[in-house]
């Protein structure tokens, strides 16, 4: 019987892999079901597997059962992993990733599993946590704190509950890899949390993941059952979010997980200190987390090796937007951001030139192609203004509005608002009222205010209540932008607020003349 | 004294760790506590950073970003609110940059706020508009076209405060008020981010949600969102008086915040020690019976009850009081009168009334109405511990690790202290309920007792020894503790008694009707849980073995090694604001102040010497004693003040036979209460809020009462007393409640350090303040006990004669409700009537369809000794078999059906075991009718034009 | 005492007084319960009351509880 390999992750399902895994069953083949490698363009991937060879078809409907199985298929990519887009990468965390079947106990002993948990177990959690640090695994939800000074702070906090959180509430635009990860190797993650729960002393974890990710869901809580005795007496259970943005951020994501209305909480107390139920917590990304059987099987030198400066190992980028080669790319810190997006990515899907690119999700800084020789690192880009965040990257092409997509920037913090912190709570909402100001006024219609609903002589009367004081022309709206992302960059208690004047300011800074503004004079380089 | 605002530091004390931390503020050095944040520090040292959602009683939040300030070394301005101080930190607290940011917060506020500041209650009074100035705002760039939460409805349902979502910045700090301070959990934030909006409960209005109208959140809010009806009717206040509150035994320090004469608000005051800045519905709104029309400002006599009352002048009042009561002296003996001192009048009245019956009457025919609530407190603690009051301060409930809550329902009745119980609860300590009703403790937002035991009314001592039974049997108590602070062979004894097989909780199980299991977990918990305090109130005393199951509470602390530090303790929680110092005024017929007993020759000679008389070594007579005698003819005068017995006392028609019997009935009172039908003399009282005094609230803390207005009857009860035993030739000589201070200090050991100017100094002290304890004592017994050793008693359990049958099934208990206070002539005269307008009967579902009452219906409620009829309500809150009801209004009288059975060594009436029937009926029954006539009819007052 | 048994006679009461105290404390035993009733009524009952019960204790002996009579019997009574 010939074995087809066909992945189940959300994305290639989207993309019609059930059909296709249906007719390679109806033809008689043994179908396993595995997660995506990561590239969509050729999803629906077939692997067929001869003689100990998978050779890669694809993208594949269900009526090509006969080509592909006879090898004639046009679309025959031959061994997947020799293909340029996976040959250049460095897969640490998504090693096994569309190769394995995620749900199979024997599959990820035999290809590496568990043997950063048994070499951790062996030693003692200051070792654990030695090694982490000597990696120089960072943060990968975004901060880039260093996970094990985080992890050593939990190991010294003294109390006989701790807990171990993973942060899977990925709810950037253009982010996936924490989805993948979780439906193609929720083992990886599994076994990372019980490496961090031997660590620092915590016998309990919670994985909070948003309910848009219900394969994820599932899969993580089926991986769950099926390891409980591996992992034990370490134990794991699935919360699942409501749908607020807001509770990615790990403290907002500990009130949801307690059972509160998700808001940010100020700090200190660090969650480290006083975290879940006012307990010491590990509170991590997917990402740093399933980073780390590979720092404990490979050892931390293995990981530390890779990497620019002080961003050490790899990070799995995720290609999104307007791009032709979109997936997940994961490589060592260092490479620019001109070879992700036109080597890698390809360029535009549209065809059309790449105008700007949103790196970091709608929190991240928009960057023009003057600045692709920007290194990915988390020094370099914060330097540069922006962030990494989660690393996704979202192209466009030139026929996006910079204003509008400066506009979006604010109604998503408008709508993803907590309401605990007055920069946010309100200024997002002014903010938006100030873009449609803006774009109005460059758009050379002359901006009507509202209609009025006051009634009342002493209301109308008052004399700063006229509204014909505000200044509505483009340079007091502009000024007044800047100063509302300054006051929401400064002023605000989490990310959200304090993060939208990224892609606000550099939209402003970078294509001032979507804001009616002249546009900037191009460097030579260009 | 003029207005200002309390000082507020932002945020509460830092948890005393004992270290201290030095850092730089502005350039200047500051060493305050670890833990402190860096707004409090700096508002300690003078220098006030900004701020609107932080206040200092409730935990810092960090959501207005008016307090960011620079950090040298820190990127970013952090809140000064939630950091934390450290070592060698450098602060700066205002700078350019700093201004342009809060700046920017603030345009942001005032975009989404109303700009009507003149017409506004809370103008000069508004955090928001105070720090729009501070920050300098001169412009809203933003406009006012855009996006509001302006222009939606107030909520005005409730009768005290009203809700203005317009003007609301979304602080949380009534929200975390309610959750901290009060511990209801009624408010929260709906919705999210610009849409975020205050909601009492689930989108209801203030009044029919789950708020019991504390008042924190009015307190807290900075703007007028939440503002005293009282405040937009009259406008801010002028000036402010510190004085303690005159309800319950909890004893709140409030300012009350005058305009002129008026009093405006009362707000409870952060530095008072008992309610550390919070309050209830009643001392903090119900405070308009003081000025309420049905008050009586003119002294009244009358020849007969039957006849109407005539007004005098209070020379007449008095002439005719001192005379009627010589007369009858004359005609009937030296022991044929007496009196009755008051609860809610300060220490110094009730000395003096009491000081009148044993100095001007010539006898000991003195007692008050602790009689009818504390007094096997008083006994059983006394033969125990060796003195006559709880063993702690309320702080000490936030050190307990177990509390143990047994025949009291402080939510309702002490809900200041109910919160910081449940504050500590909510930190993590464990709750036992012993009472027949599942109190709201049992299951409340974020508490749940770890056991309840529903007993049936009338057997706690069988379950106080079955829990003994449990310690000693396995061996839970505390050895060392007993050698060293009791007498072991009376422990030995004690033990060898709970340990007999039939007390086990086995073996009572059928006598309590609480599983046998539960009780042993109970035990455990109670004797290996830490530190573990006992609060108790008249669930435990008014009971036929009131002052049985008092000293079976003191043993279950002494074996367990529970009294004498912080956390534990056995403690009562008293019921009327000064309840524990009427007693301790020696307002018993057995007792001087300072709980001696008269028949103690060298203290009766103290006194003697004092007062310049000989005085009666005999006991006198206890309240119902006195109506006995009466009713037999040899007891034929009284003077009653501030207490209205017809109405609680138990057996009404007792009571009332007894007043009727007698020659001269003198009441002095606010209003006409019920005991007023039986008089023949009023003398008008005045309010707490127009005397200086000093109330002793249930931490035998000693507090002072100032006047903020004018008496509106012409004079301090103090004065009208002391005009009472001149007219009668005693020739006293006050000019102010100090000197009767004084004297009670130098006539008694425990208060002999207590003096105004101490007071003045200390804000309040705990007695005993004496040399031997010149601060006073917040915690007793620590060293040993007031008696030396401590006491084993052993405790039978003894049933009462009050028993269900064929006839009378049920068991009815009594007990009251937050917004009504005892027998309710205040807060019936205030808008609480709002939650609570009349008594209702609760029945348990099964035993109303036996009967076919539905909720609402009128039912008959029929005992041994009387019968009334009021409305029932349905509820699983009492067990079947149980029914219970509140004595709030005169109309019901629920002392109708209480017997005449009382505590065994006390006298306390056992009002919570009362053997009923009930059955549907059409409405009041003939005796209230009867009753409502004849209450009319002796209240009328005759028109005055022959006075002129 | 029966159902419509409203309110006890001051005699009646005086002797159910006596009786109730002597009864809780009959645990102690006969001697010390005996003189803790004693106690307790010279020190909480005023002299009429005082003299009112043991003149029913010699005019109605059977009323009282053993204890109770023995203790009235060592009250001086004034």
Do not use: A, L, R
């Given at each position: 019987m010939t074995r087809v390999y066909i992945s189940r992750d959300m994305a290639s399902v989207a993309l019609g892999a059930d059909d296709v895994a249906r007719a390679f069953e109806a033809a008689g083949c043994e179908v396993v079901r595995t997660g995506s490698r990561g590239l969509f363009s050729i999803e629906p991937l077939v692997e067929v597997e001869n003689e100990g060879q998978r050779i890669g078809f694809g993208p594949v409907g269900p009526a090509d059962v006969a080509t592909v199985l006879d090898g004639s298929h046009k679309a025959r990519l031959g061994n997947v992993a020799d293909l340029p887009f996976f040959a250049g990468q460095q897969r640490f965390t998504f090693a096994r990733c569309g190769i394995i079947d995620p749900l199979s106990l024997q599959d990820y002993a035999e290809h590496d599993g568990w043997r950063g948990l048994d070499a951790a177990r062996a030693m003692p959690p200051q070792a654990v946590v030695d090694a982490v640090k000597a990696s120089g695994l960072r943060g990968r939800g975004g901060a880039g704190f260093p996970t094990g000074v985080k992890w050593q702070t939990v190991l010294e906090a003294a109390s006989d509950a701790k807990f171990i959180v993973c942060n899977a509430d990925e709810g950037d635009s253009g982010t996936f890899a924490d989805r993948m990860l979780m439906e193609g190797d929720p083992f990886c993650l599994i076994e990372g949390m019980a490496i961090a729960g031997h660590a620092v002393g915590a016998g309990h974890g919670y994985i909070y993941i948003r309910s848009e990710y219900p394969f994820a869901i599932a899969a993580m809580q089926e991986a769950i059952a099926l390891s409980a005795a591996r992992i034990a007496p370490f134990t794991l259970e699935v919360r699942v979010g409501a749908g607020a943005y807001v509770c990615g951020e790990e403290t907002a994501l500990l009130d949801s997980i307690e059972g509160k209305r998700g808001q940010v909480r100020a700090k200190p107390p660090l969650p480290a200190l006083q975290g879940l139920f006012g307990q010491p917590t590990v509170i991590n990304n997917v990402l740093s987390l399933a980073a780390v059987p590979f720092i404990l099987a490979e050892g931390a030198e293995a990981y530390a090796t890779i990497g620019f400066g002080r961003s050490r190992g790899t990070m799995p980028v995720q290609l999104a937007g307007n791009v032709k080669h979109g997936g997940l790319y994961e490589i060592g810190f260092g490479i620019t951001l001109g070879e992700l997006v036109n080597a890698i990515g390809g360029g535009t899907a549209s065809g059309r030139p790449v105008r700007a690119v949103q790196v970091g999700g709608p929190l991240g800084a928009y960057f023009p192609p003057g600045m692709f020789d920007l290194p990915f690192d988390y020094e370099a880009f914060a330097q540069a203004g922006g962030l990494i965040g989660h690393a996704g990257i979202t192209v466009f092409d030139d026929s996006v509005d910079m204003a509008h997509m400066a506009r979006f920037a604010m109604e998503f913090c408008a709508v993803e608002s907590c309401g605990k912190c007055t920069p946010c709570r309100i200024g997002s909402t002014r903010g938006v009222e100030v873009m449609d100001r803006i774009i109005a006024a460059r758009d050379s219609a002359p901006a009507v205010p509202a209609e009025r609903h006051w009634e009342g002589y002493l209301q109308k009367a008052l004399h700063s209540r006229t509204p014909d004081r505000i200044d509505t022309g483009l340079e007091a709206q502009t000024t007044l932008l800047r100063d509302l992302c300054d006051t929401m960059k400064y002023g605000s208690l989490c990310a959200l607020g304090g993060f939208t004047p990224y892609p606000v300011l550099s939209a402003l800074d970078h294509f001032p003349e979507d804001f009616g503004a002249p546009a900037p004079i191009k460097e030579a380089a260009e | 004294m003029s207005y200002t605002r309390e000082t507020d530091h932002g945020t509460p004390p830092a948890i005393a760790t004992g270290k201290s931390v030095t850092l730089t503020i502005d350039g200047e050095a500051v060493t305050m506590p670890e833990g402190t944040s860096i707004m409090r520090a700096a508002s300690l040292t003078g220098c006030s950073i900004p701020k609107l959602c932080a206040t200092d009683n409730v935990e810092s939040f960090g959501s207005c970003r008016l307090c960011l300030v620079e950090v040298e070394g820190r990127n970013g301005y952090p809140a000064s609110c939630t950091t934390p101080i450290s070592e060698g930190m450098v602060v700066r607290t205002q700078s350019e940059r700093l201004k342009q940011l809060r700046r920017g917060v603030m345009e942001l506020y005032i975009s989404d706020h109303p700009l009507d500041c003149l017409t506004c209650p809370a103008n000069g009074d508004c955090e928001l508009q105070e720090q729009a100035g501070a920050v300098g705002l001169r412009d809203v760039r933003y406009g006012y076209d855009g996006a509001t939460n302006m222009g939606q409805a107030k909520d005005q349902s409730n009768p005290y405060f009203d809700f203005d979502?317009?003007?609301?910045?979304?602080?949380?700090r009534c929200v975390r008020a309610c959750d901290e301070v009060q511990g209801t959990f009624a408010l929260t934030i709906e919705g999210r981010g610009f849409d975020s909006k205050v909601s009492p409960s689930q989108g209801q209005d203030f009044l029919s949600s789950e708020c019991v109208s504390c008042g924190a959140c009015v307190q807290a809010c900075p703007t007028a969102t939440l503002t005293e009806k009282k405040v937009v009717e009259v406008g801010t206040p002028d000036r402010a008086v510190v004085t303690t509150c005159a309800y319950c035994g909890v004893g709140c320090t409030f300012r009350a915040e005058m305009r002129g004469e008026e009093l405006v608000r009362m707000v409870p005051w952060k530095d008072g020690k008992a309610n550390r800045g919070h309050s209830c519905v009643k001392g903090r709104f119900a405070w308009g019976y003081a000025q309420h029309r049905d008050r009586i400002l003119h002294p009244m006599i009358r020849a007969s009850v039957d006849e109407p009352w005539r007004e005098v002048s209070w020379e007449d009042a008095i002439a005719h009081t001192a005379n009627e009561f010589r007369r009858i002296q004359a005609k009937y003996g030296t022991r044929s009168i007496g009196g009755i001192t008051s609860s809610r009048c300060t220490n110094e009245e009730t000395f003096l009334v009491q000081k009148l019956i044993r100095q001007g009457f010539g006898n000991n025919n003195v007692d008050t109405c602790a009689r009818v609530c504390h007094s096997p407190t008083g006994y059983g603690l006394k033969t125990t511990f060796g003195t006559s009051a709880g063993t702690q301060d309320f702080d000490s409930v936030m050190d307990a690790d177990v509390i143990l809550v047994i025949g009291a329902n402080p939510t309702d009745g002490h809900p200041v202290f109910a919160s910081r119980m449940k504050k500590r609860l909510r930190q993590g300590a464990k709750l036992i309920v012993i009472d027949p009703r599942r109190i709201d403790l049992v299951k409340s937002p974020h508490i749940e007792a770890a056991h309840h035991l529903p007993l049936r009314p009338g057997t706690n001592v069988a379950m106080l020894t079955a829990l003994a039974h449990v310690i000693v049997t396995e061996k839970l108590y505390d050895e060392a503790f007993i050698r060293d602070r009791c007498d072991w062979d009376e422990f030995a004894e004690w033990a060898d008694f709970v340990s007999e097989p039939q007390r086990s909780p086995e073996a009572v199980e059928p006598l309590t009707g609480v599983k046998a299991e539960e009780v042993r977990a109970a035990a455990r918990l109670y004797a290996t849980g830490g530190n573990a305090a006992i609060y108790y109130g008249l669930g435990v005393t008014e009971h036929s073995q009131g002052s049985s199951t008092v000293m079976a509470i003191a043993n279950l602390a002494m074996a367990t090694g529970n009294v004498g530090r912080e956390g534990v303790g056995v403690n009562p929680l008293r019921g009327q604001n000064n309840v524990q110092g009427a007693c301790d005024m020696g307002s018993f017929p057995h007792e001087f102040s300072g709980y001696r007993h008269v028949s103690d020759d060298a203290v009766r000679g103290q006194f003697e010497q004092a007062w310049g008389v000989a005085l009666d070594a005999e006991p006198g007579l206890r309240i119902p004693n006195m109506l006995d005698a009466a009713t037999d003819g040899t007891f034929k005068g009284i003077f009653i003040q501030g207490e209205d017995i017809l109405q609680s006392d138990p057996n009404t028609h007792h009571v009332a036979a007894g007043l009727a019997a007698m020659e001269c009935v003198v009441v002095q009172d606010l209003f006409l209460n019920e005991t007023a039908n039986y008089a023949h003399v009023f003398l008008p009282g005045s309010t707490f809020l127009e005397k200086d005094g000093t109330f002793t609230n249930a931490e035998r803390r000693i507090q002072r009462v100032r006047k903020v207005m004018a008496p509106l009857n012409g004079y301090a009860d103090w004065e009208i007393v002391q005009l009472v035993a001149n007219a009668m030739g005693l020739n006293w000589r006050y000019d102010h409640p100090s000197q009767i201070m004084d004297e009670i200090a130098a006539l008694t050991p425990t208060f002999a350090g207590v003096h105004y100017d101490r007071l003045e100094a200390e804000g309040s002290l705990q007695w005993p303040a004496n040399d031997a304890a010149p601060d006073g004592t917040p915690t007793m017994h620590i060293d040993g006990f007031v008696r030396g050793k401590g006491k084993f008693v052993v405790t039978d359990y003894i049933p009462t004669d009050e028993k269900t049958g064929p006839r009378f099934p049920l068991l009815l208990t009594t007990g009251r409700i937050l917004s009504q206070y005892n027998v309710g002539a205040q807060t019936r005269r205030t808008a609480n009537e709002a939650w609570h307008p009349e008594d209702r009967l609760e029945i348990h579902p099964a035993d109303a369809e036996n009967r076919g009452i539905n909720d609402g219906d009128w039912v008959s409620l029929k005992s041994r000794a009387g019968e009334t009829s009021l409305r029932a309500l349905i509820t699983e809150r009492v067990a079947p078999g149980v029914v219970y009801t509140t004595f709030h209004h005169p109309d019901t009288q629920a002392n109708v059906i209480t017997t005449d059975y009382s505590d065994w060594a006390t006298n306390c009436p056992e009002y919570k075991v009362t053997a009923v029937q009930v059955m549907r009926s059409n409405g009041p029954s003939d005796w209230q009718r009867d009753y409502a006539q004849q209450a009319r009819l002796s209240r009328r007052i005759a028109p005055v034009e022959a006075a002129e | 005492m029966s159902d419509e048994n409203e309110v006890m006679s001051t005699e009646d009461r005086l002797i159910y007084m006596a009786n109730q105290i002597a009864r809780n404390l009959a645990a102690l035993g006969d001697e010390e319960a005996t003189a803790m009733t004693a106690d307790h009524i010279h020190a909480f009952w005023d002299p009429a009351m005082k003299r009112r019960i043991a003149a029913l204790a010699a005019a109605r002996p059977q009323a009282l509880t053993p204890i109770a009579a023995a203790a009235i019997g060592r009250v001086a009574i004034p």
């Open positions: - | 979502p317009s003007k609301c910045i979304v602080c949380s | -």
